[in-house]
């Protein structure tokens, strides 16, 4: 497959000398589900909206679907399709009547038009609400809708900015489906940013890790989390504010031949092993052998978020992870 996406040591700086992306390489074939995984303020939403051409960028290369960024911005509008964060939407108008306005934006008419917003009505479930004003939408309905506004002139390639942030649960799963029909039935491109773990994971195929403005990591969910070396076991120490109890605690846990790695973890430690459950009774009986007392203790399957805190020794935190549905609902 061809690369849709070539970014080569892209920069942006802003005008108060922030540099939001410093310097990043990578790219995205046709056809594949690509996430941008990151913490608020890594560069997510910076990146996105320079290659979706809104901010200009301050140095690199940039080529989308085949058009370079700086010559042909015009061109590469016209074959991607934008989910922002917030849903774009004129709330007085009907859910039948903003994709039509839309599609006039995008020069088509007639029974053309009309084929096609049946048809995306129909793809995000709300022909039964097609007559209602978009006002009287709840928040899930919205991003519904605001995704088939995207899709209206059949883009080659869709870009996401954290499309489900501040969705419940079931309208996250909701667009989670309508995004893998896209990519596999359809054929569509996506680039998904994001900093839900659990999405970057299950629609992903291929993901790039951000932290301040830089990639820390790149590759598939299960090769990225597989370069653990293990299983995750979490240790909580009755005392995990002490950071010399924690580093003894490090010292005395890479003295166990199956643990591949330990970090440091808020309140403890966090040991990445082969084998974890056959080896936590030797990791007990060697800590309380040492006067090492443990409050709490975790085996896990490795998640990105261990990746990332293998990468930067935090975690990836989103005050939006547990956010309810507060927009108004249909009546």
């Known amino acids: 497959m061809q690369d849709i996406i070539t970014v080569d040591n892209l920069v942006v700086v802003y005008p108060d000398g922030t540099r939001a992306v410093d310097g990043i390489s990578f790219s995205v074939k046709e056809g594949e589900f690509f996430g941008f995984l990151g913490p608020n303020g890594a560069g997510k939403s910076t990146t996105i909206k320079t290659l979706t051409t809104l901010l200009r960028k301050t140095s690199g290369r940039v080529s989308v679907a085949g058009y370079d960024l700086d010559k042909s911005a015009g061109e590469i509008r016209s074959v ?128 790039s890790i951000i932290d301040h403005g830089k990639l820390i990591a790149s590759g598939s969910p299960s090769d990225l989390k597989g370069a653990l070396g293990g299983d995750t076991i979490t240790l909580t120490l009755k005392d995990g504010t002490n950071a010399s109890l924690r580093s003894k605690t490090k010292e005395i846990l890479k003295t166990i031949q199956e643990v591949t790695n330990v970090v440091d973890s808020d309140s403890g430690v966090i040991a990445y092993a082969k084998n974890a459950g056959q080896i936590i009774a030797d990791v007990v009986t060697l800590l309380d052998r040492n006067n090492i007392r443990l409050a709490f203790l975790n085996i896990s399957s490795p998640t990105l978020d261990d990746v990332f805190l293998r990468q930067t020794g935090r975690r990836i935190r989103s005050e939006e992870l547990g956010r309810k549905e507060t927009e108004p609902f249909l009546y």
Request: proline share 2%; net charge negative; charged share 30%.
């Open 80 to 207: 991607i399709g934008v989910l922002n964060q917030e849903a774009i939407l004129d709330v007085d108008l009907t859910g039948r009547e903003n994709l039509h306005l839309q599609g006039r934006m995008q020069q088509l008419h007639g029974r053309v038009l009309e084929e096609r917003v049946n048809e995306l009505l129909k793809l995000v479930q709300l022909e039964d609400v097609a007559k209602k004003p978009a006002g009287r939408y709840s928040g899930g309905m919205r991003k519904r809708l605001d995704l088939a506004s995207a899709l209206i002139h059949k883009p080659k390639l869709l870009f996401l900015d954290e499309p489900t942030t501040g969705l419940d649960t079931q309208s996250r799963t909701a667009i989670w489906d309508y995004l893998e029909k896209l990519n596999k039935e359809e054929g569509i491109t996506i680039f998904l940013t994001t900093q839900y773990l659990e999405e970057a994971d299950r629609l992903c195929r291929e993901l």
